[in-house]
Every structure is written in C-alpha cells, then in structure tokens.
C-alpha cells in the first residue's frame, strides 16, 4: 500500500476506518476530515451521466438527474467495432464528469448477452467476450485520459433481472472463465479500473458480494486487480460476511449502521484490524488517487458533445437489408416517414442508465433541416399495441403517393428496461401489422428499427431495405438521416447474432424459468458459438453489417511466432464506388485439443476506412491465450500443439479467408506413461512406438498381420489401455517394464 495512505491510515480510530468501507450515502464516499480528505462523488454511468443532487434526507426518482448529453447505450457502441469511437466516449464522458465535479463513473457494464431476453441487453456490449472487453477497455483509456475513474461492472455472470438480487448463475468451471469471466479479466489487465462493481446475484450458490473466491482469489490473485471493489446498490446483505470475502466498500450505506456492525465485528475479533486496514485503505487510496487527478470545473462545449453523439452512432447502426439499393434515399425524390418513433424516437433505456437531455433531434426534425421533402403519417400510437386501423389507413395513402417509404418501429419503453426480463422478441401487434400492410400495398419499404436488443423480424423477406439503430441516444434523429441518405456511409457490425426466432436461442426453455437457479445448460455454447455448432439458420449473423460499397478480403499471409506474438496479416480492398469503412474479422478454429470447443471463436478485429478503389494491409496480432481453452482439472489456460484454422472475414458467416496451421510452439504437456495410457496414444507419440515396437513389435503385427483382422479391429485394439490388456492375459511385469522404459525414454 502506498506510504501516504498507510501514513492516514495510522491516523484513524477505528470508527473513522469502519466509516470508510460504506457509501456516505446514494453517490458517495465518506470524507476523512481528520485528515483533510474530502468525499468523492460517483454517478452512472455508461451512456451519459446521471447525477442526481438529492437534498438532504430526499430520495430521487431514477430519472431526476442534472442535463446531460445521451449518447448512444452500449450495443450500438459496440456495433462499431471501433476502439478509437469507444475512447472518444470515454474522454467525452471524463470531460463532463470533470464538469460536474464526478470522480468516478459507475461504469462501463460488459456482462455478456446471454440470452436475447436478458432486460439489461442495450447497456452490455456483445455476446462475444473479445468484443465487450476491447471496447470496455477503449471506453475507460478514454475516461483515465480525462482523470476520471472507471468501475466496471457488473461482476459477474449477471445475465438476468428476474429475481437479480437472490438467483444463482449456476454454470461449470470452463463457461465461467472462458464467457463471463474473460471480458472482466481483460479489461483489469489491460485497462485497470479503479473500481470493480459486485453484482446482485449469486454463482453457483454463493452471493457474488460475499464470494471470496471471486472477489479475492480469481480478481486479485490471480488477475493482479488492487483497486476497489464495490457492491452494487444494495446487494449487500451481510456486510461483515462481505468484508470477509474481500469488497471494499457497500453502496450505498446504511449511515451509523453500516459503520457500527464493522466496528462492532472487529471488537469482537470477526474482522480483523488487518482486513479492515486493506479494505479502508483501498478506498482510501482510490479517492486521493482521484482527487489529485480533479481538474478545474470547466463548462463542456454541449454543441460538440452532441456532434460527437452523433458520430458515435453513425459509426454503430448497422444496415441489415439493402435489396435492389433502395437506399441510400435518392435526392429529388419525395419521402414518406411512417411510424409515430419518426417523431418520438426512443433512443436510451430505462433504469439507472437513464439521463435527462436537454436536445434530442428526431429523425423527422433532423429530415427537415437537411432540405428532404419529407411527409409524415404515425401509422400507430405509440402508447398502444392495438392495430389502428385508421391510422394504418392514411400511412398506406400517405405511402402509395411517395418516391420512397421509410417505416419507424422498435421496442418502447415499457417493452425494456433494468430490472425485469423480456418474454418475447416481437414488436407491438400494431406496429408489426403496419409493417406488413405498407409491404402489401407499396413496392419498396425501408424498415428503421430502435431497439435494446434482438427482434424478431417475421416481414424481413417483405420489406427491402432494414437498417438497425439501436438505442442511438440524443442525436438519434441526426444519425439516422446520415445513414438514410448515405451522407455517411454505414460501417457497424452486429455484436449479437439476430436469430430467426426466440425459439432457436441457446438458452431458450432454460432462460428465466427458475427464480433460485439459472442453468447455463449451453455452457460455452453462445451466441454465434452455438449457432455455428448446430449449423443453425439466423436471420443476420455476429459481425454482420452492410455498407453502401463492397469489399473484397485477400492475401492472407500468418507470420511465424516471435516469443509470444503470431502476426497475420490480410488485404481489405474497397471495391466499390464510395469511400467506407469495415471491420475485419479473426477467427481462430482448434482442430487439436481433445475437449468441447465451437467451430469458430472471434480473436482479433479492427476497423478499417479504405477509400473507393483502394487497398488496406490489416494486421493482427495473436497470442497463446487465443489458442488456449480453460482446463478446469488443472484450473489453467491450455494451448495445445497440433492443427488449427484461421480465417478472415467480414462476419462470422462471411469468411473467404482461411488457412490452416499446425503450431508446434506451445510449450507441450509431458506425456507420463501409467496402465491407463492407451495404445493409439503410445503410438502417435515417436519415443513410446518406438519402445513398444521394440517390446512387443512382434505381438503386435501377429494380431494385426492376422488375415481377418479389419481395419475396425484394429482401430478397436488401439482404443485400449495398457491395463486392459494386462486385465486380458497380458503379463503385468512385461507391461510394467514397459511403462518404465517408455517414461525413461520420455525423460531423456
Ligand atoms: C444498477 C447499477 C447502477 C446502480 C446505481 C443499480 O441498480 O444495477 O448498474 O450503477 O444501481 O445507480
């Protein structure tokens, strides 16, 4: 610990350490004012800060908090696949923090998208841990740049909403390493956040808030975390045992209470003054860490931070469908807006990511200033869910007289938020007919969805064009219309796979079905990992995205290893007529180790702006970790030597690169020869068939020269142990001395 903290530490009684390891209150720390150190204050959080200034014994409602700028939620953020854009988030919400007189922000959340039902989708990145902890770590460089911290969260496996404070996420040792773990570890490597939040649930029956394998064995040990970890708000329910367990501070405290039950557990030895030193210390050190990074509260430019709102969902939303080049819109032509989200756009989620803007643009509003000849008809209320049959009328009208037609549906409010789960992915009834009766009656419909997370599109063969905004914050409007008319040309890529229906999904009849428990049946089977296992239809793949150009992908060329590094390389070329960006994509195939293992895992990918006719060398890095699977027997990372296949593309369906390779550089596993080796291994090894042709050669060919002897019999022969053929007459000393030599040989 850092001289000057233990020198304040020294200092405190018992009651004003106790004091430190709660929340002074909602937003919090405690100020040390014996030794002059004041509180600091946190706030949400991912998409915009929601600083909320309650006064003294008030409690404000969720959405009461300051104006702030909404910036597109997390699953557009991610459909970027831009590591810069996420940075830039990250120093646009620093400055505003540094504003408004923030130290720490209750974010960002990389949990992974399990199911498309999960009611916290919007704020999480990806279904794929690669994605969610690249673009979480880019997001908080960009807050360290600014001097504001970073709490990531929400530590882990929170997958759910339902019953969120109490049910278990009960999955084995592999799963959790590999999918909920790995966007975490990731980002405290690389990025090292001042704060880890604890999330409400429990893992395989243990509160995570009182989980001391997670919170100290797994993050600390073993990850080299030594910031703070937080309770999320309220999920403690027996603080010492969290103590214990290795959280440092509950949010938000319970006043006098919270210090009292810690001073009380030391005085009778439950805590000792050591762990109650490391926990207060910690929260120490992060909040002087904090203030001596506090610049001067300097007013941000609100014009530029809702430009750059603008740019960030420019580059996520993802245009799906394009028959026949419906768009971009033409110019000179009339267009007809349809659905009531032209006018009232959703564009953030509800809960404790909710911020109060002060200026969101709608797509109709943002048509008029950009000169379009736009007419508009709501086509459906969107209070309702009930077909308006009138309405629908006068959209069809309204459409059958335009150039081009442009229908607005998506998710509501009501349909998403924090704290309840989804039970369906369909949009409203009326909005969903609107849909289909446009598609009858008029040729080309473009479809603008604004949605958190997965829909099910049962009219995508009916409409021409689909393109994907998400929950685009304030600039919703803006956005949309730069795509819509190609003024920038779309460059974002699903982070989630769309399936056709709820039904296909991984954890469909699992999801939600227990209060208590939650089986993670699919194991490491998620997302594009399970789609791609069972060779499943969906209606848009992971990575998928189209742009208003073409690209072509060649020249992949795999380097050879340098210490722990394998570069590969590959050529993205615009083939098009328009400038553009894309993202190309590493997939990495294991055709060796003998363990469950999808057909393909993303492991590198980069964004890429080539210009019309031109070409771009990407590069990638690769290291032992993304060959490597988590071996639970002997709780470490294994990469196996043998064959593997990577490809380049641009999805995780759309890859016209691959090549294979055999790697012979890990660092191999011994092979020990006991009675349950079995015989096609001996043999595949050169050392071991060597010593047993040596040995028992001639037995050997006597069975397999026997003239009925078939290939099958042999196969089965050689899928036997040692001890086996010991337990079939063999004498056990000639097989024993075997096992000796071969062990020797193997030595050598
Ligand atoms: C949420 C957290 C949030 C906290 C404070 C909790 O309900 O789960 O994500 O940071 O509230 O608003």
């Given at each position: 610990?850092?001289?000057?903290?233990?020198?304040?530490?020294?200092?405190?009684?018992?009651?004003?350490?106790?004091?430190?390891?709660?929340?002074?209150?909602?937003?919090?720390?405690?100020?040390?004012?014996?030794?002059?150190?004041?509180?600091?204050?946190?706030?949400?959080?991912?998409?915009?800060?929601?600083?909320?200034?309650?006064?003294?014994?008030?409690?404000?409602?969720?959405?009461?908090?300051?104006?702030?700028?909404?910036?597109?939620?997390?699953?557009?953020?991610?459909?970027?696949?831009?590591?810069?854009?996420?940075?830039?988030?990250?120093?646009?919400?620093?400055?505003?923090?540094?504003?408004?007189?923030?130290?720490?922000?209750?974010?960002?959340?990389?949990?992974?998208?399990?199911?498309?039902?999960?009611?916290?989708?919007?704020?999480?990145?990806?279904?794929?841990?690669?994605?969610?902890?690249?673009?979480?770590?880019?997001?908080?460089?960009?807050?360290?740049?600014?001097?504001?911290?970073?709490?990531?969260?929400?530590?882990?496996?929170?997958?759910?909403?339902?019953?969120?404070?109490?049910?278990?996420?009960?999955?084995?040792?592999?799963?959790?390493?590999?999918?909920?773990?790995?966007?975490?570890?990731?980002?405290?490597?690389?990025?090292?956040?001042?704060?880890?939040?604890?999330?409400?649930?429990?893992?395989?029956?243990?509160?995570?808030?009182?989980?001391?394998?997670?919170?100290?064995?797994?993050?600390?040990?073993?990850?080299?975390?030594?910031?703070?970890?937080?309770?999320?708000?309220?999920?403690?329910?027996?603080?010492?045992?969290?103590?214990?367990?290795?959280?440092?501070?509950?949010?938000?405290?319970?006043?006098?209470?919270?210090?009292?039950?810690?001073?009380?557990?030391?005085?009778?030895?439950?805590?000792?003054?050591?762990?109650?030193?490391?926990?207060?210390?910690?929260?120490?050190?992060?909040?002087?860490?904090?203030?001596?990074?506090?610049?001067?509260?300097?007013?941000?430019?609100?014009?530029?931070?809702?430009?750059?709102?603008?740019?960030?969902?420019?580059?996520?939303?993802?245009?799906?469908?394009?028959?026949?080049?419906?768009?971009?819109?033409?110019?000179?032509?009339?267009?007809?807006?349809?659905?009531a989200m032209?006018?009232?756009?959703r564009?953030?989620?509800?809960?404790?990511?909710?911020?109060?803007?002060?200026?969101?643009?709608?797509?109709?509003?943002?048509?008029?200033?950009?000169?379009?000849?736009?007419?508009?008809?709501?086509?459906?209320?969107l209070s309702?869910t009930?077909?308006?049959?009138?309405?629908?009328?006068?959209?069809?009208?309204?459409?059958?007289?335009?150039?081009?037609?442009?229908?607005?549906?998506g998710y509501r409010d009501d349909d998403e938020?924090?704290?309840?789960?989804?039970?369906?992915?369909?949009l409203p009834?009326?909005q969903?007919?609107?849909?289909?009766?446009?598609?009858?009656?008029?040729?080309?419909?473009?479809?603008?969805?604004a949605n958190?997370?997965?829909?099910?599109?049962?009219?995508?063969?009916?409409?021409?064009?689909?393109?994907?905004?998400?929950?685009?914050?304030?600039?919703?409007?803006?956005?949309?219309?730069?795509?819509?008319?190609?003024?920038?040309?779309?460059?974002?890529?699903?982070?989630?796979?769309?399936?056709?229906?709820?039904?296909?999904?991984?954890?469909?009849?699992?999801?939600?079905?227990?209060?208590?428990?939650?089986?993670?049946?699919?194991?490491?089977?998620?997302?594009?990992?399970?789609?791609?296992?069972?060779?499943?239809?969906?209606?848009?793949?992971?990575?998928?995205?189209?742009?208003?150009?073409?690209?072509?992908?060649?020249?992949?060329?795999?380097?050879?290893?340098?210490?722990?590094?394998?570069?590969?390389?590959?050529?993205?070329?615009?083939?098009?007529?328009?400038?553009?960006?894309?993202?190309?994509?590493?997939?990495?195939?294991?055709?060796?180790?003998?363990?469950?293992?999808?057909?393909?895992?993303?492991?590198?990918?980069?964004?890429?702006?080539?210009?019309?006719?031109?070409?771009?060398?990407?590069?990638?890095?690769?290291?032992?970790?993304?060959?490597?699977?988590?071996?639970?027997?002997?709780?470490?990372?294994?990469?196996?030597?043998?064959?593997?296949?990577?490809?380049?593309?641009?999805?995780?369906?759309?890859?016209?690169?691959?090549?294979?390779?055999?790697?012979?550089?890990?660092?191999?596993?011994?092979?020990?020869?006991?009675?349950?080796?079995?015989?096609?291994?001996?043999?595949?090894?050169?050392?071991?068939?060597?010593?047993?042709?040596?040995?028992?050669?001639?037995?050997?060919?006597?069975?397999?020269?026997?003239?009925?002897?078939?290939?099958?019999?042999?196969?089965?022969?050689?899928?036997?142990?040692?001890?086996?053929?010991?337990?079939?007459?063999?004498?056990?000393?000639?097989?024993?001395?075997?096992?000796?030599?071969?062990?020797?040989?193997?030595?050598?």
């Amino acid at each position: 610990m850092d001289k000057k903290v233990l020198a304040v530490l020294d200092q405190l009684t018992l009651e004003q350490k106790a004091a430190l390891v709660s929340g002074k209150n909602m937003w919090f720390t405690a100020a040390v004012d014996a030794a002059n150190i004041s509180a600091i204050m946190m706030t949400d959080g991912p998409a915009g800060l929601r600083k909320q200034i309650p006064k003294e014994g008030e409690t404000l409602s969720v959405n009461a908090s300051v104006k702030a700028i909404s910036y597109p939620s997390a699953a557009l953020v991610a459909s970027t696949f831009d590591r810069s854009l996420a940075r830039d988030l990250g120093q646009h919400l620093g400055e505003e923090a540094q504003a408004e007189n923030i130290s720490l922000l209750l974010g960002p959340g990389v949990n992974i998208k399990r199911s498309p039902l999960g009611g916290r989708n919007f704020e999480y990145y990806s279904e794929d841990p690669l994605v969610a902890g690249e673009i979480g770590t880019a997001y908080i460089n960009g807050l360290h740049d600014k001097g504001i911290g970073a709490t990531v969260k929400h530590f882990a496996a929170n997958n759910r909403e339902n019953h969120r404070f109490t049910n278990s996420s009960d999955m084995d040792e592999r799963t959790l390493r590999e999918i909920y773990l790995a966007p975490f570890e990731r980002i405290i490597k690389q990025a090292h956040p001042e704060a880890v939040m604890a999330s409400y649930n429990k893992i395989n029956g243990v509160l995570n808030v009182q989980n001391e394998r997670l919170l100290t064995d797994i993050l600390r040990q073993e990850w080299g975390f030594t910031g703070v970890v937080m309770s999320d708000w309220m999920a403690v329910a027996d603080h010492v045992a969290s103590l214990q367990a290795g959280l440092d501070l509950e949010m938000p405290g319970k006043g006098d209470a919270s210090t009292s039950e810690i001073v009380d557990a030391v005085k009778a030895g439950t805590i000792t003054d050591e762990q109650l030193d490391l926990s207060a210390g910690r929260v120490l050190a992060m909040v002087v860490s904090l203030l001596d990074k506090k610049s001067a509260q300097v007013p941000y430019d609100r014009g530029e931070h809702h430009e750059f709102a603008r740019k960030l969902a420019d580059g996520g939303i993802v245009l799906l469908q394009n028959k026949d080049h419906v768009l971009p819109l033409k110019s000179g032509k009339s267009v007809a807006f349809i659905g009531a989200m032209a006018e009232q756009p959703r564009y953030q989620g509800s809960g404790s990511s909710h911020v109060t803007p002060d200026h969101v643009v709608s797509a109709l509003e943002a048509a008029k200033q950009a000169d379009l000849d736009v007419q508009f008809a709501s086509g459906y209320e969107l209070s309702k869910t009930a077909i308006d049959e009138e309405r629908e009328k006068q959209a069809i009208e309204l459409a059958q007289h335009a150039d081009q037609v442009v229908v607005f549906v998506g998710y509501r409010d009501d349909d998403e938020s924090e704290g309840f789960d989804k039970t369906n992915l369909s949009l409203p009834e009326n909005q969903t007919h609107l849909i289909q009766s446009l598609a009858q009656h008029v040729a080309h419909v473009s479809v603008v969805l604004a949605n958190g997370s997965v829909v099910e599109m049962p009219w995508r063969d009916q409409v021409d064009a689909i393109v994907e905004t998400y929950l685009a914050g304030e600039a919703v409007g803006e956005a949309t219309i730069d795509i819509l008319t190609g003024h920038v040309n779309p460059s974002g890529k699903l982070a989630e796979t769309f399936p056709v229906k709820l039904a296909d999904t991984p954890s469909y009849g699992t999801f939600d079905q227990s209060n208590e428990h939650e089986h993670y049946h699919e194991g490491i089977f998620v997302g594009y990992r399970y789609y791609d296992l069972h060779h499943q239809a969906v209606a848009f793949p992971f990575g998928f995205g189209l742009s208003y150009t073409t690209f072509e992908f060649s020249d992949l060329v795999i380097g050879d290893w340098q210490e722990d590094n394998l570069q590969v390389t590959a050529t993205v070329k615009n083939t098009g007529s328009v400038d553009g960006s894309t993202v190309p994509q590493l997939y990495i195939s294991n055709l060796v180790s003998p363990v469950e293992k999808p057909v393909r895992e993303l492991r590198q990918f980069d964004k890429v702006a080539v210009a019309a006719g031109k070409s771009k060398m990407v590069t990638f890095t690769l290291h032992a970790r993304d060959f490597s699977w988590f071996d639970a027997d002997n709780m470490t990372w294994q990469a196996d030597n043998g064959l593997y296949e990577i490809a380049v593309g641009s999805s995780s369906r759309d890859l016209p690169l691959t090549k294979q390779l055999t790697i012979k550089h890990f660092a191999s596993q011994p092979l020990v020869v006991n009675m349950d080796t079995y015989l096609n291994v001996l043999l595949a090894n050169e050392t071991t068939k060597s010593v047993l042709m040596q040995m028992f050669g001639e037995q050997l060919a006597q069975f397999t020269n026997q003239d009925d002897a078939s290939a099958a019999d042999q196969q089965m022969l050689f899928n036997t142990p040692l001890r086996a053929l010991v337990a079939g007459g063999f004498p056990v000393a000639a097989v024993q001395a075997f096992i000796d030599q071969s062990n020797a040989a193997l030595k050598k």
